[in-house]
């Protein structure tokens, strides 16, 4: 089982930065696939950005964004510290919702949800305009 946990949410004013982070259990993070998803009030779960394990040498720690967020938005980890994170930067009050962060064992539609097999506490991020 994995553990997840989500810190660094707050309000913020449009235009503003955030940095969300992801702490994971266990011993093998570089091992990883990893995707951070939103839920605002009143409507479905959302792709954020996503990234691949890297401990594999083809496409080993790539990224992968929603277009909604293409540009603004920065998905890492840190395989030493497992964590990862999610800079957030130009936001906007759209991006108001409760972030998760997700696990998944093995790669494929990384905008699924339901291919995630862990999920962390989610964290609420505000933005006011």
């Known amino acids: 089982q994995v553990q997840l946990v989500e810190s660094g949410g707050g309000l913020v004013q449009a235009g503003g930065s955030l940095r969300l982070s992801c702490a994971a259990s266990?011993?093998?993070?570089?091992?990883?696939?990893m995707g951070w998803f939103r839920q605002a009030p009143g409507k479905e779960r959302e792709f954020v950005a996503a990234i691949r394990r890297s401990d594999i040498t083809y496409n080993g720690g790539t990224t992968y964004y929603a277009d909604s967020v293409k540009g603004r938005f920065t998905i890492s980890r840190d395989n030493a510290k497992n964590t990862m994170y999610l800079q957030m930067n130009s936001l906007k009050p759209g991006d108001t919702a409760v972030y998760y962060c997700?696990?998944?064992?093995?790669?494929?539609?990384?905008?699924?949800?339901?291919?995630?097999?862990?999920w962390g506490q989610g964290a609420q991020v505000t933005v006011s305009s």
């Open positions: 266990g011993r093998t993070f570089s091992t990883y696939n």
């Open positions: 997700a696990y998944r064992r093995s790669w494929g539609d990384y905008a699924v949800g339901a291919g995630y097999d862990y």
